[in-house]
């Protein structure tokens, strides 16, 4: 049984539902889909999780794995905007509009800093432990530091989780992969629209 699976299935026993019910709450056609999931032979689509969550009166966090259960209380948590995709490969279009809300503990976050999240695409970013699917939470900043990874936007319409390089001498920035089968992407003096959107936090990983 998988880690996301044993934590759906505690939930949906500990609030006295049927796979069934659960099932139709979800949007799916049938219980054996839930079976599946709770079984290990599939996992929830991210596009549900936040949903689960709530029918479970529990966090997304909790039904990814990576944190205990703890009461639910308002101040306790921090929501966090979730917008489309984030490329982690060679760039993505992104959209000025909020897709989802995550609830972060507040003890994860600095305080007084703002923070927003995405969905990692491709595999440019693996070696830093960020594979497709991930969520990957930044900092909202545009102050960023040789090494850190970051939030790029590239000509006003692209996105991409990179990690930042300046030359000190020529002051030539590259976005470098943690992927070897990657090219970095340079920033020149064309790329009018270039700017840094924000440092990573926090990596949600979606694999169990």
């Given at each position: 049984?998988?880690?996301?699976?044993?934590?759906?299935?505690?939930?949906?026993?500990?609030?006295?539902?049927?796979?069934?019910?659960?099932?139709?709450?979800?949007?799916?056609?049938?219980?054996?889909?839930?079976?599946?999931?709770?079984?290990?032979?599939?996992?929830?689509?991210?596009?549900?999780?936040?949903?689960?969550?709530?029918?479970?009166?529990?966090?997304?966090?909790?039904?990814?794995?990576?944190q205990e259960p703890i009461k639910a209380?308002?101040?306790?948590?921090?929501?966090?905007?979730?917008?489309?995709?984030?490329?982690?490969?060679?760039?993505?279009?992104?959209?000025?509009?909020?897709?989802?809300?995550?609830?972060?503990?507040?003890?994860?976050?600095?305080?007084?800093?703002?923070?927003?999240?995405?969905?990692?695409?491709?595999?440019?970013?693996?070696?830093?432990?960020?594979?497709?699917?991930?969520?990957?939470?930044?900092?909202?900043?545009?102050?960023?530091?040789?090494?850190?990874?970051?939030?790029?936007?590239?000509?006003?319409?692209?996105?991409?989780?990179?990690?930042?390089?300046?030359?000190?001498?020529?002051?030539?920035?590259?976005?470098?992969?943690?992927?070897?089968?990657?090219?970095?992407?340079?920033?020149?003096?064309?790329?009018?629209?270039?700017?840094?959107?924000?440092?990573?936090?926090?990596?949600?990983?979606?694999?169990?």
């Amino acid at each position: 049984m998988s880690h996301m699976g044993n934590r759906i299935k505690k939930l949906r026993i500990q609030h006295k539902m049927t796979q069934d019910e659960l099932a139709q709450q979800l949007g799916y056609s049938s219980r054996s889909s839930i079976n599946k999931i709770e079984i290990g032979r599939s996992e929830l689509p991210q596009s549900k999780i936040t949903l689960a969550a709530n029918i479970l009166h529990t966090t997304p966090a909790y039904i990814l794995g990576w944190q205990e259960p703890i009461k639910a209380i308002d101040h306790e948590f921090e929501k966090i905007p979730v917008y489309p995709p984030l490329c982690c490969g060679d760039g993505w279009f992104t959209e000025d509009n909020i897709i989802d809300y995550i609830s972060i503990p507040k003890k994860m976050l600095q305080p007084h800093k703002q923070y927003f999240a995405n969905y990692a695409m491709g595999d440019s970013m693996k070696n830093e432990n960020i594979n497709d699917g991930d969520l990957v939470i930044f900092e909202h900043t545009n102050v960023i530091n040789n090494g850190d990874i970051g939030c790029f936007n590239i000509d006003n319409n692209e996105a991409t989780c990179k990690i930042f390089k300046r030359d000190p001498i020529t002051s030539i920035i590259m976005l470098l992969p943690a992927n070897n089968d990657y090219q970095p992407i340079i920033i020149t003096s064309q790329n009018i629209g270039f700017k840094v959107i924000g440092k990573l936090a926090l990596v949600i990983n979606n694999r169990q």
